[in-house]
């Protein structure tokens, strides 16, 4: 999971690109001072949307700086500085990431899913002191989505509610007193897309390894990936495009001021361009490269 909610490049001025970049490496560089080298493979796409959106929301000052990398040592990129939000998010990324990877080991999923939830274990608790409240929101939902699949749960919106309303109980948490309806709807319809997408993307996997999967307790599951989506396309673009059009919605009632045209492509036409990769893939989408 996580890596659906990136920018549409096609559309992207050079000047956003930059400060997507420098976000999504402000997040990975508060990541290793804090947690470690190791970590830092958990940094993604969907969290530095929501790292770019909260540090909007909150006004937090923000300081760019060239810096290297250890991935391209000679050259050097330019990069958000740490301050307190960014830290609170980077706890709230391992927490997640260490949730993500227990649901894994739990799923069955190989000696991978137990090497990375051994890797975060440390940092996990690490994180859990910085943010306390994160680590309880994500147990909680992901244990009420581990209770849905024991029950193999039929309906798409129930199922991805949960994962959707741990994410808007996130950004109730780091947003504090500034949150507000619009801003946890966006929350909470982004969340949902990241679940929804997720689950179509593993569709095929998870039938042939007899997990449990929304779509396939929903529709069955026979032929080729191809073959799934076309023969229910109608219903799958529909639940997609909802759902985004709800975090269009949301969004639309926000205010924002510097990274407006970022975050305005990535709502727009990041999600439907991802939505479009997804109902024409016949394979699992490879990681997204920004």
Known sequence: MYGYVVPYKAQLKMQDYVLYRAFYCGLCKATGKVYGQLPRFTTNYDMTFLSVLLHDCLTQDVTFKEERCVCNPFKKKLCVMRNPLLDRLAAVNIVLSYYKAVDAVIDKEGIGARAVRRALKRPFKRAMAVCPQAAEIVSRGYETLRKLERENAVGIDRVAHPFAQMMKELGALLLGETADENK?????????????????????????????????????????????????????????????????????????????????????????EKAKELLTSEKKLPPPKV
Request: proline share 1%; net charge neutral; with cysteine.
């Open 184 to 272: 946890l709807a966006l929350c909470y319809n982004v969340g949902k897309f990241v679940y929804i997408a997720d689950a179509l993307d593993d569709a095929a996997e998870d039938y042939r390894k007899k997990r449990y999967n929304p779509f396939v307790a929903e529709y069955g599951y026979a032929g080729t990936r191809a073959q799934f989506i076309e023969a229910h396309r109608e219903e799958l673009a529909f639940v997609l495009h909802a759902t985004i059009n709800r975090a269009i919605e949301s969004f639309n009632r926000c205010a924002f001021t510097q990274s407006y045209d970022l975050m305005r492509n990535v709502v727009y036409n990041g999600l439907r």
